[in-house]
């Protein structure tokens, strides 16, 4: 399981550490797993060539006392200064090892040795890096890019923000990233995650000193979806009612039935004007559905339900708001996408309830959420501050989609989806994932596991659906990825439950 840790969590059980065990041991802890990924990575050590960027920091400490190791071992080692601060005693190490030095200033033979380099560790920054990368930080991160050399971030690829994953100017993207005693969140969420490459934990001790994590990625056993047995009929699996589409758009309420048909409900009730209920009955004729005057006076007539979906190409009339109304009135588990997300932008008194409540926005819709305080490039950019906050402001379950889709309830630790491929990001797929959680929490699955399990099938469906078939679920070539439709998503969900079995 991948869990992370707030920085100011990680320092202070670094320090409650630290005061048990002698000076340094700790950094060598570190710096001893960090040798021992890059002598794996490395064809062999002897006569292997190693550039160390080498930060004013206890990072650039690690990075100096590894490379003192891999020198040790036979390595030709040369470290590279950013700053007139360094670690006296990882420099001190490096030196009486054989290891050479150059400060960033000497241009030209850095550039030679990093042209040349086998291996590049980066210790320029880990936990302590604040803001955009600043000169000559900034230029030896650059350095990095297009280069034959294996890339090993320690700690952090510097240039990510450690506890978001923000990346506000250059930063470096490793082959592999080597983090010590927790994974920090900014390793989990984009844009840092994309620059980890793969990221390998070492444990330094500090297990018994850290709280509870504040971050956790969604892992396939944890994820435990309703599975029908001999008992099972169409109404104990759960029932979810769909209210979706209008006249003017149809083609979400299709695309929301095929999640939620897909989602292993018992039985999917789908309710509408009557252009989309004529298409949905097409599409899917599985579904029940209903031609509804859209008052709120709409529900009783599409029979009984364990969970509502609102919102996919409702439209944001009066109508569509006594809809939403209605179904936020009953003590049913709800989840609210799309259109529906805009009424409530307007109507956060709704809100206040007391059955489960998701919210599925994109950055879009959340900042509308939020009383568009927060710009959607600041969402963009702090995903994780800003779905911890709006599930507090609005005390729901709010799922933020987008590149590392974010799940967050109020005191507990927020989910991260490990699945999922920028293919995902076409017109329809939002669709797709509401009904998928609908049938979920229809199954009885508590809000935050109904939308953990959701996005982690609906973001497995898109890479099998847009990967060739032999490269199977855990890992295709992004560049081997063919574009792919929302219809595709739905029609690869069952493979993706299949991978739970
Ligand atoms: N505290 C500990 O006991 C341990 C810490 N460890 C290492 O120590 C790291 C944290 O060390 P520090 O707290 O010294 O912080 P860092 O070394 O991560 O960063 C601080 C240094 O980076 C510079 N810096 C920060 N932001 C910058 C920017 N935007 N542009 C240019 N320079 C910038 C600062 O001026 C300072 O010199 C961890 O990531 C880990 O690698 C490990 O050795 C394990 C044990
Ligand atoms: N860059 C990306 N990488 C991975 N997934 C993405 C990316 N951009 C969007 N997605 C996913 O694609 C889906 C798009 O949903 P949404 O924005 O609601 O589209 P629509 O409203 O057209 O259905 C979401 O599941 C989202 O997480
Ligand atoms: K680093």
């Given amino acids: 399981m991948r869990y992370a840790h707030e920085v100011g969590k990680v320092r202070a059980a670094e320090q409650a550490l630290m005061a048990r065990l002698p000076e340094g041991a700790l950094m060598r802890r570190a710096a001893a797993g960090l040798a021992a990924t890059c002598a794996r990575l490395l064809p062999g050590v002897y006569g292997a060539r190693v550039v160390l960027l080498v930060g004013g920091g206890d990072n650039g400490g690690d990075a100096l006392y590894a490379g003192a190791g891999l020198a040790r071992r036979g390595a030709s080692v040369v470290a590279v200064l950013a700053s007139d601060r360094f670690h006296r005693e990882g420099l001190a190490a490096l030196r009486t090892a054989g290891g050479r030095v150059l400060k960033a200033a000497d241009t ?76 920090k969140p900014g390793l ?56 979706a589409g209008s006249e003017r758009y149809t083609g979400a309420a299709v695309l929301c039935v095929g999640g939620a048909v897909h989602g292993g409900a018992g039985m999917v009730r789908f309710a509408s004007t009557p252009h989309p209920v004529e298409l949905v009955r097409h599409h ?22 364990q969970a509502w979906v609102v919102g996919p190409g409702l439209g944001t009339d009066e109508d569509a708001e006594a809809l939403v109304e209605a179904v936020l009135s009953t003590d049913l588990p709800a989840l609210v996408d799309a259109d529906g997300l805009t009424v409530l932008a307007r109507r956060r008194d709704l809100l206040r309830r007391e059955a489960p409540t998701v919210l599925t926005p994109h950055a879009g819709e959340l900042t509308r959420l939020l009383g568009n305080r927060t710009p959607r490039q600041t969402i963009e950019a702090r995903r994780l501050e800003c779905v911890q906050r709006a599930a507090a402001e609005l005390s729901a379950t709010v799922l933020l989609k987008g590149s590392t889709t974010l799940i967050a309830e109020q005191d507990r630790p927020v989910r991260v989806n490990p699945t999922g491929t920028p293919r995902l990001a076409t ?39 847009a990967a060739p078939p032999t490269d199977g679920p855990s890992g295709p070539a992004p560049g081997r990825e063919a574009p792919i439709s929302a219809q595709d998503v739905v029609t690869a969900l069952p493979d993706a439950f299949r991978t739970l079995a």
Avoid at 285 to 305: F, K, M, N, W, Y
Avoid at 449 to 465: C, D, I, K, V
């Fill in 108 to 183: 030209g033979p850095v550039g030679a040795a990093i042209e040349d380099a086998d291996l590049v560790i980066d210790g320029l920054t880990g936990i302590g890096g604040t803001g955009a990368l600043r000169e000559p930080y900034a230029g030896l991160a650059r350095r990095t890019e297009d280069i034959d050399a294996i890339v090993v971030a320690c700690d952090v690829p510097s240039g990510v923000d450690a506890g978001s994953g923000r990346v506000e100017g250059a930063a470096v993207r490793a082959d592999v990233t080597v983090t010590f005693g927790t994974y």
């Fill in 188 to 243: 989990l969420i984009d844009p840092g995650a994309a620059h980890c490459g793969v990221v390998e934990l070492v444990d330094i001790g500090l297990g018994a000193h850290l709280p509870d994590p504040d971050v956790v990625a969604a892992w396939p056993v944890d994820l435990r979806v309703p599975q029908p047995g001999s008992e099972s009929d169409k109404y104990r699996r759960g029932v979810v009612g769909v209210l």
């Fill in 284 to 305: 899917w004729p599985e579904a029940v559905t209903t031609v509804i005057d859209r008052t709120s006076a709409a529900l009783e007539q599409v029979g009984q339900v």
């Fill in 427 to 465: 017109a329809g797929t939002g669709d797709v994932l509401s009904g998928l959680i609908g049938a979920l929490l229809a199954g009885g699955m508590p809000a935050i596991e109904a939308a953990t399990a959701g996005a982690y099938l609906h973001g497995l469906a898109g890479r099998l659906a």
